[in-house]
C-alpha cells in the first residue's frame, strides 16, 4: 500500500524557510512534514505535522505539487505555508533542531527530494509532478 506523506515549505514574515533536522539516518535538514493518518485531510494533516515538529503553527497559502517516488511505494502532496505564530518547542525522539533559514543558505546535509521541493516551492512551481524511478533518477517532471 502506497505511503502519503504531507509537507510544507514554510516561511516566515522575513522570507526565512522553516528546517528541521532529523534524529534518524543521515541526520539530514529537510521541511517538516509526515505521514497522512487514516481519515485525515491533508492540510489538517499537514499543519498538524507543522506543529509537531517545530511548534510552528502555519497556514497554508498554497499547493506545490506530488512527489512519487514509484521504486519505495511513496507520495507525497507538497505544500506552500507562512508561520503565524511560534509555541514553546523542544528537541524530541524525531527531530534534533527545528530553525528559520535564509532561502539562500539553507542548512546541510540536505536530501535530494527535500532540496527539489524547496527548489520548486522558490521558483514558484505549481502543478508539479515528479517521478522518480530509483534514488535520484528522475522519469516524470511536469509543472508550470
Known amino acids: 500500500m502506497t505511503t502519503i506523506g504531507v509537507f510544507a515549505g514554510v516561511l516566515d514574515h522575513g522570507g526565512r524557510a522553516l528546517c528541521v533536522r532529523h ?4 541526520f539530514d535538514w529537510g521541511m517538516p512534514g509526515g505521514r497522512l493518518e487514516v481519515g485525515e485531510d491533508p492540510i489538517s494533516a499537514v499543519k ?6 517545530t511548534g510552528v503553527v502555519a497556514s497554508i497559502t498554497a499547493f506545490i505539487g506530488v512527489y512519487s517516488a514509484a521504486y519505495r511505494d511513496d507520495m507525497v502532496l507538497f505544500f506552500a505555508g507562512m508561520a ?3 509555541a514553546q518547542w523542544s528537541p524530541n525522539d524525531e527531530i ?6 535564509p532561502i539562500k543558505s539553507l542548512p546541510q546535509p540536505m536530501g535530494l527530494n527535500a532540496r527539489l521541493r524547496f527548489d520548486d516551492m522558490i521558483a514558484g512551481n505549481r502543478g508539479v509532478l515528479r517521478t522518480l524511478s530509483e534514488p535520484g533518477c528522475f522519469v516524470h517532471k511536469l509543472g508550470i
Open 96 to 101: 534534533m533542531e527545528a530553525d528559520f533559514f
Open 23 to 26: 534524529n534518524y539516518g543521515d
Open 48 to 53: 498538524r505535522e507543522i506543529f509537531e515538529e
Open 84 to 86: 503565524t505564530e511560534r
